[in-house]
């Protein structure tokens, strides 16, 4: 087969096409580079820059490829940004997956794997976020994601598309260096940020009703992450009409101090962190149930929390030298 990987240029699509490239899998990167880096990618893999609104360009690229399955990962990705900008994300992440699907299905690609994310679910009240927790997103972000789980869905009923919507949990960590996260958006590299300018990380609420007052998150290295897919993949390869949901993490909670924590102690800093309000909409707490893909498709996160904030340093201090301790 031949898979195109689109957004494989960005952070996680790299790695996804590392590991779809080490288990053998052929495929081509279709990334516009607005967020994405060219160097991230082999350079026996071939990138054709262009965006997923472009429906002709995707057409090509199928068909000159020979495209089998496409792995979707291109989308506008942050929260914030989408609360002050929701007609550009519904237009990039709803339409941009509408044009992309409507190649996919006129070229007969047999398999389609969606980057969902664990937004869909909103504030849930649960202990363990299972596939069946109902999901309320609270942002315009987490609407696209949703919207678009929907679509993937019923294009896969009406045509026969196998499909997979994997809904992500808090990635980090790096396979490589030169692989690691450059934005400053997610919990870990903005703890990095605010050590490298010798500043307190900051702690957004500390009166949460979690153990020790702070949010509770369900961190998944990116490495496993891209494992996943490769799994979601082959699985659908099995034949027409087969159709996933599943959550990518590792079923176990970390607070925010106790990342903060682990930050310091990895990274050879003692900044105690500053306690600031809270930030509207953020749940107590978000934790995966990881049982169906195990169940599935005999996945199972392999790296531990301690592993994703050490190799995200590593990427951190290639990037900011003056940032490393001893």
């Excluded at 007609?87 to 006129?106: I, K, P, S």
């Excluded at 159709?243 to 176990?252: A, D, F, K, Y």
């Excluded at 050879?268 to 934790?287: C, F, I, T």
Aim: net charge negative; charged share 20%.
């Amino acid at each position: 087969m031949t898979w195109l990987i689109t957004g494989g240029a960005g952070y996680i699509g790299a790695h996804v096409v590392r590991a779809m490239t080490e288990a053998g899998e052929r495929t081509v990167v279709f990334d516009d580079l607005s967020t994405g880096i060219a160097e991230r990618l082999p350079e026996d893999v071939p990138l054709v820059t262009g965006s997923t609104l472009d429906g002709e360009k995707v057409a090509r690229v199928l068909a000159e490829h020979e495209v089998t399955g496409v792995v979707h990962l291109a989308a506008k990705k942050q929260v914030g940004e989408s609360v002050e900008r929701p007609l550009h994300y519904y237009h990039e992440n709803v339409e941009g997956l509408r044009v992309l699907l409507q190649a996919v299905t006129e070229a007969r690609v047999a398999s389609f794997v969606f980057s969902s994310s664990a937004a869909v679910y909103g504030m849930p009240d649960v202990g363990l976020v299972t596939e069946e927790t109902p999901c309320v997103p609270m942002s315009p972000y987490g609407e696209t994601k949703l919207a678009g789980e929907w679509l993937v869905r019923a294009t896969g009923r009406a045509t026969g598309l196998a499909t997979a919507s994997l809904r992500y949990f808090n990635v980090a960590g790096a396979a490589r260096p030169e692989l690691a996260d450059v934005g400053v958006y997610n919990l870990v590299p903005m703890v990095f940020e605010k050590l490298t300018e010798n500043a307190p990380p900051r702690i957004f609420g500390d009166d949460y009703a979690t153990p020790d007052g702070t949010c509770v998150r369900d961190y998944i290295h990116v490495v496993d992450l891209a494992e996943a897919h490769v799994a979601a993949a082959r699985a659908l390869q099995a034949g027409p009409g087969r159709e996933l949901t599943l959550n990518i993490g590792r079923g176990e909670g970390v607070s925010v101090r106790e990342m903060i924590d682990l930050i310091n102690a990895v990274t050879g800093y003692d900044l105690p962190p500053a306690v600031a309000p809270r930030r509207p909409g953020d749940p107590a707490s978000v934790v995966a149930s990881a049982d169906r893909i195990t169940t599935e498709l005999g996945w199972k996160a392999g790296h531990d929390v301690q592993d994703m904030i050490a190799s995200a340093w590593e990427g951190w201090v290639r990037l900011h030298p003056e940032a490393a301790r001893g």
